[in-house]
Every structure is written in C-alpha cells, then in structure tokens.
C-alpha cells in the first residue's frame, strides 16, 4: 500500500499534458522536472500528515538532517536527524501535522535539488508557526530522496508570509486534513 501511494503521488506530480502528446518543450520537460521534485517533497508532507514512518523512510536519505532556525528567539540552531521522526511515529510518539507550503522555487542540477518555499504548520487543527523551509534533495536510485531541511520558525510570521489565495497551497491533503488549512 505504501508503496502504491508512493507511485501515485510522484506519478500525479510528473504527468503533464505536454509530456503526454509527445510535444514536450525544453520549458515543459523544466515544468516536469520541477514537479518531480516537488512531489517528493508533496508525498513527504503527506506522509507526516498521515503519521506514515514507512513512506518517511522511503522519502528521506538514510543520514537526513533537520535544522530549527528560530529568528524570533535567540536560541542556537537545534540539529536533529530526519530518520527520528520517522522512528517516533512508529514508536506511537511522533503527532501527525498538516504542513502546507506554496511559491516554491525550484534549482536543479543533475542528481541535486534545492526547494525553498514558505510554509505554516498546524497540529490538531491549531496553526503552530509559519516560516520558511529548504529542502536539499538528490537522486538516488531514480528518485528523489530529502537529505536535509532547514526551517525557520516564526509564529509572528504568518501574516506576511501566508497566501491570499489559499488554494495556492500544496499538496492536497485528505478531507480531514485539509479542514486545518482553511482557518
């Protein structure tokens, strides 16, 4: 299953009419590229939002690391690695949240890619903080795998950082998710 909910993601995330018609141009087979990328980054917050460690160790290199940044507070960077989260989730200790992001900019150079795009993240339906994430990511294996995050944390921040238009947010989360996002 997790496999299969995987394989739909990323497939959802590289099909373009384009691609399909044969007709593909260096902008589209960019588009595409581009949107490889971001739907690992899709199926990552999918599988957070889900509680999901399988779909997280699938996503994530075996050495990932996260980096808190808290420009708010002047407490140091705090270092974790990726491959806890996904332990606490299987271990019953992890919370599942609904993490939303939007206007991603995209770079990429062969087996690399950068993403930095804002972001807010709610836990049971409570907006915790909003701030800015940036993934690294490389090819392994022919798919995209996240060796790092680093994020900031700003609970001031979501006004400014926030979309008018909601609907600009990805990925698309389940039903019950999403109820977080539209407050």
């Given at each position: 299953m997790r496999g299969a909910f995987l394989f739909s993601v990323l497939a959802l995330a590289i099909s373009t009419p384009a691609a399909a018609s044969g007709d593909a141009s260096p902008l589209d087979a960019a588009h595409a590229a581009d949107e490889e990328v971001l739907g690992a980054i899709d199926a990552f917050f999918l599988a957070l939002a889900a509680g999901d460690a399988d779909a997280l160790d699938e996503l994530i290199s075996t050495e990932a690391l996260s980096v808190r940044l808290t420009p708010e507070t002047d407490?140091?960077?705090?270092?974790?690695?990726?491959?806890?989260?996904?332990?606490s989730f299987r271990e019953g200790?992890?919370?599942p949240?609904?993490?939303?992001?939007?206007?991603p900019t995209v770079l990429r150079r062969g087996p690399l890619a950068a993403v930095w795009t804002p972001y807010e993240v709610s836990v049971d339906g409570r907006l915790v903080h909003c701030g800015i994430d940036l993934f690294t990511l490389s090819r392994q294996a022919g798919a995209w795998k996240i060796d790092s995050i680093s994020y900031t944390a700003e609970p001031s921040a979501c006004d400014e950082l926030r979309p008018e238009d909601r609907s600009l947010m990805r990925p698309m989360f389940p039903t019950e998710s999403a109820k977080e996002i539209s407050q």
């Open positions: 407490a140091p960077p705090r270092y974790g690695r990726l491959a806890d989260l996904a332990a200790r992890g919370t949240v609904v993490e939303p992001y939007w206007s």
